[in-house]
Each structure stands twice: as C-alpha cells, then as structure tokens.
C-alpha cells in the first residue's frame, strides 16, 4: 500500500481499498482474511490510519494485532534504529472471533529485509486436496566419486557378479526368433540381477546426489557470508537474551554485525559470476576434471517446477497412468496395414537369419 506523504497518495490508499471492498462484496458470506504491508501503525494519528479503520468498520472487519492472541511487537525496522507496526492481517468478524489463535512475529537473523514476517494461526475446519509431495531420489553422482570410491565399486561389484548364476542354456540359444517362456523369464532375470548390482554397489561406495538447496547454493557462501552469518547469529541470541533492548553496546553491535551479514549476501550474489570463473580457473589450472564438470554442471542446472495436478488428478499413480494412456492414443493413432506389416517383419527375419549363417560361415 502506499505510503502517507501527500494527498495523492492517501487518494491511492482509498482506492486500494476500495478494490478490496469490491471483492468483499462481491463474495457475500466468506470467510475473509486480508494481510499485507498497509504503511500505517495504528499507534500513529495519521490520515491514512483513520481511513484503514473506517474501512475495518464498513466492511466488517478487524485488525487481527488488536486480538488478545496478538503477540506482534514491530515488523518494520530501518537500520534497526526505528521501529513499526505497519504490516497486518485483516480477519472477518467470525474469523476474528472464532478463529484466530495466535498472531506473531517472527524475528530471524537470516533475514534481509527489513520487513519481519508476521504469522497468524487459524483453527479452521476444512476439506483438504491431497497432493504428492515430489521427493529427491539420490542416485551416484560419480562426478564425486574419488580413485578409491572407484576401487571400492569395483570389489564390491565383482564380489556381488561372482554369486549370480549364469543361466548358460538360456544364453547359447540359437534361436533369434525364440518364444520360450522360460528363456525369456530367464534373461529378465538375469538383466534384473546384474543391474540390481550395480545400483547396489554404486550406492554403498558412490557419493550420493543431494537436493538443490540442501547445502545451500549461493557461490561463495561457505567463503565470506558463513562467517559473518554465525557471528551475526551470536551477537543476535545475546540481543535476545538482553530482553532485546533498542539501544545500548549489544544492540549497536548486533545492528552492526547483521548488517555486514546482509552486506555479505549482497555482495556475493553480485559477484557470483567471478567467483564461479574463479573456481573454473582453479580447477583447470590444478588439472581437477572432476571439480571441472561438477562447476559445469552446477551451472547448467536449473530449478525446473513440477506440476501437482494434471487433468484433475493428483496422485502420481493417477498421472503415470493418464500419461500412459495418453501415448498409448498417440502410438497407435496411425492406421496400417496388417500384410504390410507382416511383410516387413517377414523380411526382417530373413535378414536375421542371413547374417546368422553368414557370421557361421566366417
């Protein structure tokens, strides 16, 4: 919302919430909860106050920090040096009433902006859409892996083939047009032994992907912001401790240690681009291919959002199988001809067949 310096914007503020008003009315009967950053502080007497509260009156609506439950203290700060009450949530008489249990702040070190966010909690009855959270599936990242994860692979993996029986009969058939049941459950059989070995070795000796954000992804950031991050964590739980005084030796240093904290974030995502051709430079120079590729892959790598809902459905089962039915249409949309095609495969046969009496020849 804007801020009260002038009339034009206090024109603006009615104007905002007079489109607020607008879908109010036009949902007669729902429950409403409205938050925002609305540039006013109820402690102060100013015009743009008096205009949130006559809104708050016509449209039956109460600020949820005037609730009992409230615990907001500020959510604004400039410098750490001035602080206000400037965003709210806006409750419904029936929400405000009965449904609100607690409002509060929640004042984080780790966080840039000079806004706080501010939480509510509503004890509501209501009917839920489950989704399938997409889970991160680890699997080797052999980018990683050094010269003894390879060696360890290596034992592991000829330790597990040594106990797998070859199913020789199976594989000195001759027949390339062999419908043996037995034979091809065989061979499934024994594709599925092996690969099961190699994902199992790979996973015991084999460093494992992690999700993007699990270390956290700002280069630079183990170099010059952790450091700064758990100083300014420190002199921030001593702030706290204090009773969080607004003035004073530990709110000067707790000002000054969190600024250089976010002067840090800033300047390393500025300069992201340079310390990522440094390290390209360093792995080159060192000859650490593996290092290479991993910085090529990093930034390669993009954060790609997956749908929760197709066509209405929403578990992954449902949508394997509307994706299967779907290329199934697609496969089989295309009409031909049935001697045409036996014809085809006749003839794909026969040139099987000749290569195989060829290579016996020879």
Not at 316 to 338: N, Q
Request: with cysteine.
């Amino acid at each position: 919302m804007p801020y009260e310096s002038d009339a034009s914007n206090t024109t603006e503020f009615q104007y905002q919430l007079s489109a607020i008003d607008t879908l109010l009315q036009q949902h007669p009967g729902c429950h409403v909860l409205v938050g925002g950053d609305f540039n006013v502080d109820f402690s102060r007497n100013w015009n743009n106050t008096l205009v949130l509260n006559n809104f708050c009156a016509s449209a039956d609506s109460f600020p949820v920090s005037h609730n009992d439950c409230s615990k907001e203290d500020y959510t604004h700060h400039f410098c750490m040096n001035h602080f206000t009450a400037i965003d709210h949530f806006l409750a419904s008489d029936s929400l405000y009433k009965n449904a609100v249990k607690e409002l509060s702040v929640m004042h984080d070190v780790d966080n840039t902006s000079d806004h706080e966010p501010l939480c509510i909690t509503l004890e509501l009855r209501v009917m839920r859409l489950k989704y399938t959270n997409v889970k991160h599936m680890p699997r080797p990242a052999w980018t990683k892996a050094s010269d003894e994860n390879i060696s360890a692979y290596q034992a592991r993996l000829r330790a597990r083939l040594n106990d797998i029986v070859i199913p020789n009969d199976v594989l000195l058939c001759r027949d390339r047009t062999c419908c043996n049941r037995d034979h091809l459950d065989s061979l499934n059989t024994y594709a599925s032994l092996i690969t099961d070995a190699c994902v199992s070795s790979a996973n015991l000796t084999i460093p494992s992907t992690r999700p993007r954000g699990s270390r956290g992804n700002i280069p630079g950031w183990s170099e010059f912001v952790a450091p700064l991050r758990d100083k300014s964590i420190f002199w921030h739980n001593i702030w706290v401790d204090y009773g969080r005084p607004r003035d004073g030796i530990v709110a000067n240093i707790m000002r000054t240690t969190r600024a250089r904290y976010n002067a840090a974030i800033q300047k390393v995502r500025c300069e992201e681009a340079d310390i990522v051709n440094s390290r390209f430079v360093s792995a080159i120079s060192e000859n650490r291919q593996r290092d290479f590729w991993r910085e090529v892959k990093q930034c390669r790598c993009q954060r790609k959002g997956v749908c929760s809902v197709i066509d209405g459905l929403t578990h992954s089962d449902d949508i394997a199988e509307c994706f299967a039915d779907k290329y199934r249409e697609l496969y089989t949309s295309v009409t031909y001809d049935t001697a045409d095609m036996q014809l085809i495969r006749d003839k794909l046969n026969k040139s099987v067949c000749d290569c195989d009496v060829e290579s016996n020849l020879v």
